[in-house]
């Protein structure tokens, strides 16, 4: 065991072989400390919608010049001061080390496990970023900051939550005990300037003869689902979608956190309500769908049926609210049939198999299938018409399918595309009724390439 003088000893030469170790920590302190001092200093003025961003971060810039002037424990570089005001203006202001990576807009989505290793995807695909936090404590202060801006907390009571950014932007954060390793914030980014119908057909999302059915479909007033796995482009084709809805129609949507974009003139938004700190309060997507009915809406677009709600939007589908846009996650159009299925049970009550499946069968008309491929491009593969019951059985019909059978280019990139089945949708003639007619050719078969 060395004796105290050979600990200090050893001490100091460790110091002396890593100068620049103590020197990080004081750095690190004084960044903290400047910080809490700009915010108590500032205070109201953050949130002062009056002024304009440049105005702000003028503001901000010359309190920290002031505040770092009034430090004498550490004497900087001119490069230390210029990295502090930056670092410091951008935690104050923004997000602090993502704010280059949410700014770029090829980046989808942004993904932090933990202060050191951050995420982000590109083209749909993933690759490690060299942004990091200082610490836990600094990717805590963010965290706390994107949820407060929308009177959200997170914290060992509550150590999930869903929340987002001003520009809509879907936010997901999860902290100790439940994060191990953590705290863990995943971005996902909504574009400035929404994706529309000729950008999927860019993308290779769907084709212009899909575009033009889903328009004819949702202006003839069917109930569509739109279906697909996390992160395959549903709230994307869903806000595609809901633009076909005409001006002159009154649409209240209902969501979890508030991401749909749709530019109508007469469009109500609703958005749940997690529990207080005491555990009331709590306003749930069911809720929201059950008060839409007392509000004369032309059409009902819930972001993500995902529990109980799943039986009220049936009801509302099936007592005259035609037109209802939703999403749901599954692996398939049959599987879409079978959550919903499950989701009403969730509901609590005691309902046959075969009634619930006679309320789904009258319900929908339309399911859209939505998927990430492997070369990470969005794909519509399904478009499949629920034709009603044959027995215990919903019936489905595929109108379009994606051709996986014409392989894939030297990248690695799906070569194939949506083509029509060859099958005239049995819902045509409801759609004439309504003075919609869908061209015959709309239909033609395509030939298939054999997989």
């Not at 060395?2 to 460790?14: D, I, T, Y």
């Not at 810039?61 to 004498?72: G, N, P, S, Y």
């Not at 994606?402 to 759609?431: C, H, W």
Request: charged content about 25%; some cysteine; glycine content about 8%.
């Amino acid at each position: 065991m060395p004796s105290l003088s050979e600990r200090v000893a050893l001490a100091r030469q460790s110091e002396a072989a890593d100068p620049t170790r103590n020197r990080s920590d004081a750095l690190t302190e004084l960044r903290t400390r400047l910080h809490f001092k700009v915010v108590e200093e500032l205070g109201p003025t953050l949130y002062d919608r009056g002024m304009s961003d440049a105005e702000l971060r003028l503001r901000v810039i010359e309190m920290l010049e002031w505040a770092i002037d009034q430090e004498q424990a550490l004497p900087l570089t001119s490069a230390d001061r210029r990295a502090l005001l930056n670092e410091i203006a951008s935690d104050v202001l923004g997000y602090g080390p993502i704010d280059p990576l949410l700014s770029d807009p090829d980046i989808t989505e942004v993904m932090c496990n933990g202060p050191y290793d951050v995420y982000y995807e590109k083209s749909g695909r993933l690759y490690k970023s060299d942004v990091k936090f200082v610490d836990e404590t600094h990717l805590r202060r963010i965290i706390d900051k994107i949820v407060g801006q929308i009177g959200r907390r997170v914290d060992e009571a509550t150590p999930m939550v869903d929340a987002r950014l001003p520009d809509g932007s879907r936010v997901n954060a999860i902290i100790q005990p439940l994060a191990i390793g953590g705290p863990y914030l995943t971005i996902r980014k909504f574009a400035v300037d929404p994706y529309q119908e000729a950008d999927l057909i860019q993308f290779g999302t769907m084709t212009q003869r899909t575009a033009d059915f889903l328009r004819a479909c949702v202006r003839g007033r069917l109930n569509i689902i739109i279906s697909g796995g996390t992160g395959s482009g549903k709230t994307t084709t869903l806000n595609v979608l809901s633009s076909y809805i005409p001006a002159d129609e009154r649409i209240i949507t209902v969501e979890d956190a508030a991401e749909l974009q749709l530019h109508q003139e007469h469009v109500l938004t609703l958005e749940a309500r997690p529990a207080n700190i005491e555990g009331k309060g709590a306003v749930t997507i069911r809720d929201l769908v059950k008060n839409t009915l007392r509000m004369r809406p032309d059409r009902i677009v819930v972001g993500e049926v995902r529990g109980a709600e799943a039986l009220d939007m049936l009801q509302a589908m099936n007592t005259g609210h035609d037109g209802s846009l939703t999403t749901v996650h599954s692996n398939s159009p049959r599987d879409t049939l079978s959550r919903i299925e499950t989701m009403v049970m969730m509901a609590g009550f005691d309902l046959p198999v075969r009634a619930i499946r006679e309320q789904i069968a009258s319900a929908v008309d339309l399911i859209v299938h939505v998927q990430r491929l492997k070369d990470g491009t969005r794909r519509i593969t399904h478009i499949s018409e629920v034709e009603g019951m044959e027995g215990d059985i919903i019936t489905l019909q595929d109108l379009f399918l994606f051709d996986f059978g014409m392989g894939v280019d030297e990248n690695g990139k799906y070569l194939g595309r949506l083509k029509a089945t060859g099958i005239r949708p049995t819902f045509s003639e409801q759609l004439e009724n309504q003075g919609i007619r869908l061209p015959a050719d709309l239909f033609d078969p395509e030939p298939f390439a054999r997989r």
